[in-house]
């Protein structure tokens, strides 16, 4: 996808959850950092030192928003985290996470990635009775319902307000000496849980939105949490509590775009599947052509995949440049039309006179792939054949994925041929959905591909 | 009081509401500037364009937090500001006004300074009904009542609701097409309307804690905003509702300290009330000396009274660094001592030898007066008469002043004599509360003044 | 003057030196926080701990240049520092003070204030013969000097090439293991020396341009630098030099606005010079008036002065606001009249229907002043007499004040009607120069007054 | 190389030079944004519009020194620009480029990248006659020598001075209408011509460390400056003067590590290049393994390459994280171990079990490949192959490269069996001398290889 207009498709929020391991503030740090990929507008941190809690939170790169003095602030021995993409919002420095709240039973800090879907409606049934909400975020509202809810403790209530939430979410709640761990009933979100062992020979234990967090602290993967569960970690022990059940149905674009590709999601690692999705790519739609190409960083794995499997070399063809940040001037008019090399720059000398492969992960507006498409030209390509490693995306996501209306989708409203056509390419073809499924390689394909398919689960 | 130490006596906040008048957010933005001696913790704009409302709220002086692009993007010609001197606690960053809400009947955003004094009782019982507090500030309690308020307009909630809250308080409420204005039942603190005539001849108006906030944008003074009154602004007109009826009593510490000598606070410049002060001091307290010097730039007119009583010259003894910010390096503890040295250098060649009457506005826990008069002795001063322009401090406030509790405050702990003795001058003199009456030479004089007698009004 | 033009009359700069004093770097830290005053655009200090020099200097105010990190790698017990404020150029961040050298003798760092008045003439020299010079700052002639010397130590190198020197300067010269500390011959600038005793018993020495430095470290002033005298610090001793012999004419603006006015210049208490120029004032010029007020802080002095004198009564009429700092946004086209404001603020009810005296220290362009007599007439008063503490400004300095040129000084284009006229006050008068010579009360006047009479020095 | 470590070998400045082109700076600051890899300390950029030169320089990357209105204020169609990776000083801030002169023909600006080996002798010589040295920059030793040279135009007196300059070094220097481009008698560094037309149809020109550059610009490589030649633009024409003359030495570094694989330097494209070097190293080196990885991203293009000539298949086994900046935390005790991993994740599903060959560019110190070792030992790798895609580095470089000393290189002071051992690998094997020229596959190999072969070219 390699988006130059970060607001098109936003990446998914990034959790974390440590409890019982010392400065549980530098792990959630670390954590976070590991997970900066999916999201970079805002991120926070809570603790809690079995007292009472602490919290920064702030717009900016986790690396920004913190340094030594606040981590060390930030005192206790659990701790949630948070990295947002903001979706866009009147005043989106009130919407970073985690929320905290004062509520009858104490203290609560949550922490929250997804999508509520019945947000809205159970959000106008609140403000009917009278509640007020204080930001853009769903967050808010499971905050409410807990309040509202007659049960004595914060396990009871949660065990009787999130089943009424509908849609994809990984919820994690910090009181002042308990954290709890929910994943909605579809597990459409990835969440996982890992260990360490402390100094003393207890047990630390880690819940995040992806692996490549477990191993930059040195975490054991355990395994996932699972659809529908309630993980209540106190000092005593861990209790699992099964609060809704369905079929789970996680997120293929997981394996598609978001994951880094060093993580394990919901059990695989995504390098690996990407590289399939490539070989299925290349099984389908065979082509003729010198070399093959990733669109940088999101389709090296599937072009590595496409050219093992139809034996056309890979090439680095294009290159990205690392350093662009978000305080980047404008280009003026005069090399406007080359916004995109700003970040990617292909690479003359391997493009000219070829009949060249082009991979990348999906097409959203089709606007980068146009100038993808023209930069290549330019380069002097023979022949441009655009591969997509997943089926052309046409419905958009209510899953917690800030996906473009079906309106801004270009695959749902022109055919192949006529994307093919807008962009420039000599062809282009996506992965089948059929594809996809081999690529996963489960017996038991079971995943929301809504965005592809437009069936949506809830 | 020139107080070192920042923590120990919070100033006010500062509040404004601008109502038609173009550009409102730039109006707020110079209001506020003329108001941050209420404030310099954190600063807030909201505006509103009658469709919808916008805010920016950040720590910082009103220059730090606003630039010419956030003023631009807060748009609209209504608009109300916050200047904030924060109380300790956890995450302060979130405490920052305006608040802002979605409730049943849309958006508002609230402005507020002062104390409710039954804010806890209240929140409490609307805690046990399900409520969520996401911050320390009482500005929530007010949201959550007109929330839940069954009342069908935001007017009507207004009036149902205000009276429930007892304590010091004005509240400026910024609602999609309107903008509402209470001050408590007790007038406690100061808030002043003013307006403006508009190039198109249509007027515009202003309100805001201090006069010399109308002084900066242009406005002229028209009335102060009455004890218990409700003012509602809207396009067509401006009624006033008279919610709550009782006897006002203003604060009279905004005589002595608060406000700036150029606003015009409760009807009565106060400049020619400190100037008062002093002249009572000179006549309660004769006492032989050289010179008169005030503590900058607190004691400066009640020094100047005292002087034109006495016939003893008036002297800039102490200079005071306007260049200390709040980010000055810790002096070493080779200079340790000096500290009070970085803000006020006294001029040995007019102090010594000299027998030296120093007027203050009062005294709080001591440590500051020490300290002045340590480096008074040690410029070779022969005598040091302290005397202060208002009567001892022996009680907290409970309307919006974040003083010391009890405990630390000086006066209610030892005698004038002991006080003396510990801050090390020759004489010690407070303000009768017979002068402090006199001074203000009001006929009818009806002020709270619980600081000085612990006689609290409600 | 209170000039709200801040480019039109530039400050002095502030230097300091430091000898055998532990954390010289924090010394010189307090001493330029003392001096703030005298400029603000850069800071910067030097340091050596005998074996190698070590430097940081950069834009903006000392507590924004400096942190504690930042001083604690300034290591040593000798230092030098500097405040600049700076006149135009095209990288005036390349203009910021120390300068530091490699040279034949080893290293040296240099601050200097003040002006070479044939810096031109000896550049332009010293290019012709293939220098370059890669600043606007006169600092870098010296350096060139000393580094041609054909001298065997910069002791003799300084006593040689100094006296080449014309103008008005003081040089603080730092070495790997001295300090060296320069007054030019006619004494134009201040510079005093002042010693603190260290706890191991021996003298460490301070030198400043202005004594305030002194109070705030803790050091006891001992004498002026004299005119034409080098002191050399090492080691072992502090030995004087004569290197130049001419009768001192010190700059008479110190007193009139540039020092502090606590601080004791050429040997006289600023403050105590400036209230007699208020009273001599009074004597040249009574008028029939109600009030006195000063513009703030540059006039109280003297309007004190003038108020004893006069026995009319002082007022401060005009509030000045602190909180102005170089980020402020200009106001908009509808408050833009207002701009005096944002700084200066006066008191309606003090002005209102009286006859005013208002007194400055000085008059530059006039625009200020006629900014000042609007607002004062908007607030109704009766008559404005303004009165200057200081007789015309009618030639440029070329001894260190950025002045304006000649045609942009108002009074020397204008008659005193003309000017009163221009700035719409009822009465103007100066003092005489034969009332600055009595105010200052010397038997044998010898100051250098060129911007007020003409007549230069050199 | 990949090392964390930043300070151990400085990467190369880049330096770009644009004439007569709309908005100058605008196309520098593009270009230095191409070329941040070669230098992250400090950026500067100065230009001309015919009259006077401007110029801003800073601590930082090229995004955070420059914003719109610093861009718009450097004026002008000629600008020169510098990235800087600085080396330690005692004052880093005053190293920033360009520098700036006034001399006797007027005004300068130079930026230089490389290393003058005889510039202490000059620059004692220099002393010794009097100059002096402002900063730890070679550049000032050019500015001295045009200074001093008789001759009467910059033309002249460059092709007088330049060949009195040993080493490496390529020099951009702007007049007030020319711009001077040099190259070293050897073009050690690289230096490429590029030009783009002008929307009026005249020519403007692009010098450039790295034809990245150029792409990003849109601008045309025409040819590299030759060895020992000065370009002279001015208004009318391009001059070209070869002012020295010696065979070429190209660095050869430059294709084993600095260069952007997209560039193409002394006329071939790195990323060939690097590709070959991998080609070699595997006909050179082969061993029985299941997967070749990089080092990303240093060893991605050498991987391909043994991959491709080797059969075994290549994997992006370690997944470097691109969000590490300058500013990051580092880590606790308790997990600095993992220090590598905040930059490189391997992916234990790859690694484990497996005969993995490990590609990187060079081993400088041995200690991040020892790191490297460990984490791939800690996924479970059966055996692990180092291979470097260069010779060992024994020498230091004296061109322009911050290499450490001798003592510090691990390859000058052991074996390569004690290298291995140290590290930890099962294996460990360089890439011959022989290997290194065959990849670069020039019938006439002629480049400094002096870090490889300790044989320097002067």
């Known amino acids: 996808m390699s988006d130059l207009n970060y607001k098109s498709w936003n990446e998914e929020c990034a959790v974390v959850g440590v ?33 009472k809690l602490f919290i ?20 206790g021995n659990n701790a949630i985290g948070h990295n947002r993409y903001a979706t866009a919002g009147e005043d989106s420095s009130a919407d970073a996470q985690p929320v905290f709240a004062n509520y009858d039973l104490g203290q609560v800090a949550i922490v929250h990635n997804g999508n509520i879907t019945n947000a809205k409606e159970i959000k106008d049934e609140l403000i009917k009775e009278g509640a007020i909400f204080q930001s853009h975020m769903d967050t808010e509202v499971l905050i409410h319902l807990i309040a509202k809810s007659k049960q004595q403790t914060l396990t009871d209530r949660l065990k009787e307000t999130i089943p009424k939430l509908k849609g994809a979410f990984c919820f994690i709640i910090l009181s002042r000496t308990k954290m709890f761990v929910i994943r909605d ?3 459409f979100r990835p969440l996982s849980l890992g260990e360490i062992t402390n100094k003393d020979g207890t047990k630390g234990y880690i819940v995040a939105s992806e692996t490549c967090a ?11 949490v699972e659809a529908g569960e309630m993980l209540v970690f106190d000092k005593q022990k861990i209790q699992s509590h099964i609060i809704m059940q369905e079929d789970p149905y996680p997120c293929v674009f997981e394996y598609v775009y978001f994951a880094r590709p060093d993580s394990k999601v919901f059990g695989r690692l ?31 794995a599937a072009a590595l995949g496409y050219s093992k499997q139809s034996g056309i070399p890979f090439e680095l063809g294009i290159i990205r440049n690392h350093y662009v940040g978000r ?11 080359l916004k995109v090399r700003l970040k990617l720059n292909p690479i003359k000398e391997i493009i000219k006179d070829k009949k060249i492969i082009v991979i990348d992960d999906s097409i959203v507006r089709g606007t980068t792939s146009k100038q993808i498409v023209k930069i290549l030209r330019d380069c002097g390509a023979k022949e441009i054949h655009m591969k997509i490693s997943s089926p052309p995306t046409i419905s958009p996501c209510y899953y917690g994925v800030d996906t473009p209306t079906k309106s801004e989708l270009i695959s749902a409203n022109m055919s192949n041929d006529e994307v093919c056509k807008y962009i420039g390419a000599n062809s282009l073809s996506f992965l089948s959905l059929e594809g996809l499924k ?12 809504a965005c592809f398919d437009g069936k949506y689960i809830v």
Request: a negative charge; hydrophobic letters at 35%.
């Open 19 to 51: 409890y019982n391991i010392q400065d549980a503030s530098n792990i959630a740090y670390y954590s976070l950092f590991a997970m900066q990929h999916r999201g970079q507008e805002a991120s926070g941190i809570s603790t809690s030192d079995n007292k």
């Open 56 to 75: 920064t939170k702030n717009k900016g790169l986790v690396t920004e928003v913190f340094n030594k003095e606040i981590l060390c602030n930030l005192k």
């Open 185 to 187: 009933r579809n597990a």
């Open 214 to 224: 477990f191993d930059l602290v040195g975490a054991t993967h355990i395994r996932d």
């Open 270 to 300: 995504v390098y690996d599947i990407r590289k399939s999705m490539g070989m299925e790519l290349a099984k389908e739609n065979p082509v003729d052509a010198d070399i093959v190409i990733p669109v940088p960083d999101s389709g090296v």
């Open 327 to 337: 305080t980047f001037i404008e280009p003026t008019q005069e090399i406007r039309e």
């Open 438 to 449: 081999n690529s996963i390689g489960d017996g038991n394909y079971k995943f929301c591909q």
